[in-house]
Structures are given as C-alpha cells and as structure tokens.
C-alpha cells in the first residue's frame, strides 16, 4: 500500500470514523484561529501568527533542552544567565504514550518562547504508527494541543537515519516514517490542530552515510522545518562546515523548507572556544533560523554551560546583538 492511500483511507476514513475525530472536528465552536480575535464572550486567546513564527525573517531562535524544562522554567533562567540572552525556545522530549502538557507549554509561552516537542515513539513501533494502531492516543494529543490554543514546534522520530534509537534504520524502513509522519498530520489535520509547526529531524549524514535522506521526507505539504541534530567532536567535526555542511547539500536537494540546528553542543576541550564562535556564525551566516542547545550531562560527556567559562563568554559573545524572533506577542 502506498503512503498516499493509507494516508487517504486509513488515517480519514478509519479514524474519523473509528476514533470519534468527526464529533470534535464539527461539534461545537472551533478555536480562534492563530492571530485572530474571538466574538465570543469566552476569554481572547493568545495573539500570534503561525506564519511569522514558522517562516522569521531576519531573526533566530535560540533554544535550550535542559533536564526538568519547560515543566520548570528555572533550568532556562540559569542558560539565560549564562549567556545574557534569553531563550525564545525551550525543547523537551514526550514519549509516545504520554499526555501533552498543556501546563508547560503555557509556562513556556508566558516566558516568552515557543517550545519544541521531541515525539519519540518509545513503547511502540513505527510500523504500528503507520498501521493505524496508535490513532487513537494520536488523536486524544492533538485534541490536546488545539485545545491550548498555543503555537509548537513538533518532531516525530527525531533521528531517524540512525540506527540507535528503535524507530531508526534497524527497525523501520524510509517507507513505514513517511507513511507513519502522514498518518499523524493527517489526524492533526482532521481534528483542526492547525496550531502546529512540524520539524522533520534527521541526524547529521556522517553518522550513518549509508542512510540517505530523501527517501524519509515526508513531503513538502506535511513539514514545516528542517530540523538537524549534530554534535561537535574535539577532532574534525570542529566548524560549522564540517559538522552541518554536507547534511545541509543534502537537504537543499529535495526541499527549501527553513532550517534549524535543532539539538548540538560543544564537548569540553582546546577548541571548545573556536567551536561555538563557528556554531554561532554558522547559524548567523547560513540559511538558518537558529539553534537549540542540548544542555545535559549524558553518556559521559558533560555538554551544560554551567562549568565552562571559556565556553560560556563565546556564547555570550556571539549571541549579543542577534536578533532573535518575538514569540508571544502583546
């Protein structure tokens, strides 16, 4: 069955008909519709326009994913100490089975930044997604999320052409991610969560070269950014050129969607300094809306700001006078 037909038969037909999608799709009054006002005598939702923030010109996201955010915002207030800019993005990652929470994200979009969802589909498998067995906890998080009425940024499988994580290249085919991503949209689409900017996530090339991008992509009608994981290596993964380079060729061969560096980080060492001042010109002079720094200690590297004051003054630095986007808006 090809991706078309499934997403035609199974994800409009099956789950409209079969998960109840029809009642909240036409029951009842819809929610305003991003940047619009409300007639109602209900409370005026949020300001903002879903196309200035999917689509910034001449401004960046600075982003950081930190353990305990955006569910406590103070691990964002101490990077933005840091480096004396605050963050207009704050990801976080939500396995599949796990309720959206709305709480966070409007913590988040009172701070003033747009949070980005890593979806990993932990406790299932991508096959199953495609087949139409998670459609309805698909749903229940989509009603969710138009329910909040709040801009994300959501990525479902980050990483996919890598074979570390259990929906990578050792357990799904390109053909299962691309039916899986359409059949997810397609629920969003049928429930009218149009409040979503979708990020397609690949790893960087050079971590799996024999995994060719293009037979992932989910199409342009179904993504909104491209998002790239990278991390740099004291040895020669040292320039924004080197790491991004060849991952972004790449990408520009099938789409011109926006790109964001959507989880990197320097390793600590001598050339910690020159790296993140080439991170941040990368993203400064690049075809690039910004960046999200992973800021952990995991596997045994210690990836966080806090302790490097070396690394700490050329972030600063490099950041000062960046424009950044203006997520929430008066």
């Known amino acids: 069955m090809t991706a078309n037909r499934v997403v035609g038969s199974l994800a409009l037909i099956l789950v409209l008909a079969g998960c109840g999608l029809s009642g909240s799709g036409q029951g009842g009054s819809a929610p305003s519709r991003p940047g619009a006002s409300s007639a109602s005598s209900a409370p005026a939702r949020p300001t903002f326009s879903m196309a200035s923030l999917a689509n910034p010109r001449g401004t960046k996201y600075l982003g950081v994913e930190a353990p305990g955010a955006p569910q406590s915002l103070s691990p964002v207030r101490a990077f933005a100490a840091l480096i004396g800019r605050q963050p207009n993005m704050v990801g976080e990652y939500i396995g599949f089975g ?4 709305s709480a966070a994200i409007s913590s ?16 299932t498998s991508v096959a199953a997604i495609a087949a139409g067995k998670e459609n309805a906890y698909i749903a229940r998080f989509a009603r969710s999320v138009r329910a909040l009425g709040l801009p994300i940024a959501l990525s479902f499988g980050h990483e996919m052409n890598g074979n570390w994580y259990p929906w990578g290249t050792k357990n799904a085919t390109p053909a299962q991610f691309v039916v899986a991503w359409r059949v997810i949209h397609a629920i969003f689409t049928a429930v009218r969560a149009d409040n979503v900017i979708w990020v397609w996530n690949p790893n ?3 971590a799996n070269p024999s995994a060719s991008l293009s037979p992932y992509w989910p ?4 993504v909104d950014w491209v998002g790239i994981t990278g991390y740099f290596t004291t040895s020669y993964f040292d320039t924004f050129t080197r790491l991004f380079g060849p991952t972004i060729a790449s990408i520009r061969s099938f789409t011109s969607k926006p ?4 989880e990197t980080s320097v390793p600590t060492g001598p050339l910690e300094t020159s790296t993140a001042q080439s991170l941040i010109s990368g993203v400064k002079q690049h075809d ?3 960046l999200i ?6 596997a045994g590297q210690d990836w966080r700001l806090g302790s490097r004051p070396a690394l700490r003054t050329a972030m600063a630095t490099g950041m000062a006078g960046v424009p950044l986007v203006k997520v929430s808006q008066p």
């Open 98 to 101: 796990q309720p959206f929470d």
């Open 204 to 206: 960087v090339i050079s």
């Open 259 to 262: 790109i964001l560096i959507a």
């Open 219 to 222: 199409g342009n009608a179904y």
């Open 293 to 298: 720094w992973f800021n952990y200690d995991k």
């Open 288 to 290: 690039v809306i910004g």
């Open 108 to 123: 988040a979009w009172a701070y003033g930044a747009l949070t980005y969802i890593a979806w990993e589909p932990y406790g």
